[in-house]
């Protein structure tokens, strides 16, 4: 069967500090990844979109950045953290016209 | 550009109805809906595919006008489980990528 694996679960990181949370698909190949992040009370914003190995497509210019290895791995970084990046981070894929969604990332920037 | 849904909160009763409304600026291919638990991550619960269609299951269904470029979701007889926040999405085709956008969410609290 197929599932999505996204870690780590909470983070809490110091302003100016690296970023790096890596997502995985089992079961399924050549997926279409995304990355969502939610701020606190508020709706999912998409950041990022990949339909491939090195294809990343990205919707808003930030501080962050993505990128897919692997055909199941989805990674998303930052060089230096904002305290406005803080949030819910959410990986998905989509199935048959339905999504699926990783646990999420709550990360707290300090 | 997101969706936009209305209300952006809603308190019912348990057992009163409720309408979430989604209202898109660009052409529909179709409509996905999203409940979302506190601190959780989103689960589907349907999608819409063609102008026009109706669907649901247990007491929550959803249509889709398409030439209005908007869905709506109906909750009945609402339960303290329905509580939660709700999302629709849209699916974008451009440049033959397929991009999934959400709305903005209605929070729906139930109480008994």
């Known amino acids: 069967s197929q599932t999505i694996h996204q870690w780590p679960a909470t983070l809490v990181q110091p302003v100016g500090s690296p970023l790096s949370l890596e997502c995985t698909v089992e079961?399924?190949?050549?997926?279409?990844l995304y990355w969502y992040r939610q701020a606190a009370g508020r709706g999912l914003q998409l950041l990022f979109y990949?339909?491939?190995?090195?294809?990343i497509s990205s919707e808003v210019p930030q501080n962050l950045s993505a990128s897919r290895p692997q055909d199941r791995q989805f990674i998303l970084s930052s060089k230096k953290l904002l305290l406005s990046d803080s949030g819910f981070y959410l990986c998905?894929?989509?199935?048959?016209?339905?999504?699926?969604f990783g646990q999420g990332t709550r990360l707290t920037v300090v | 550009q997101q969706p936009v849904q209305s209300p952006q909160a809603v308190i019912l009763r348990e057992g009163e109805d409720a309408v979430i409304n989604c209202s898109s600026s660009?052409?529909?291919?179709?409509v996905h809906w999203y409940r979302q638990k506190h601190g959780e991550a989103p689960v589907f619960l349907m999608i819409?595919?063609?102008?026009?269609e109706q669907k649901g299951h247990d007491k929550i269904s959803a249509s889709f006008n398409e030439k209005k470029q908007q869905s709506s979701l109906y909750l009945t007889a609402s339960q303290l489980s329905y509580s939660g926040t709700y999302f629709c999405?849209?699916?974008?085709?451009?440049?033959?990528?397929?991009?999934?956008?959400f709305g903005t969410g209605t929070r729906l609290t139930i109480i008994p």
């Open positions: 819409l595919l063609k102008g026009g």
């Open positions: 660009k052409a529909l291919y179709s």
């Open positions: 998905a894929w989509i199935r048959n016209t339905e999504a699926f």
């Open positions: 079961g399924t190949s050549n997926p279409n």
């Open positions: 990949s339909v491939g190995i090195g294809q």
């Open positions: 999405g849209t699916e974008d085709y451009s440049f033959g990528n397929e991009k999934l956008t």
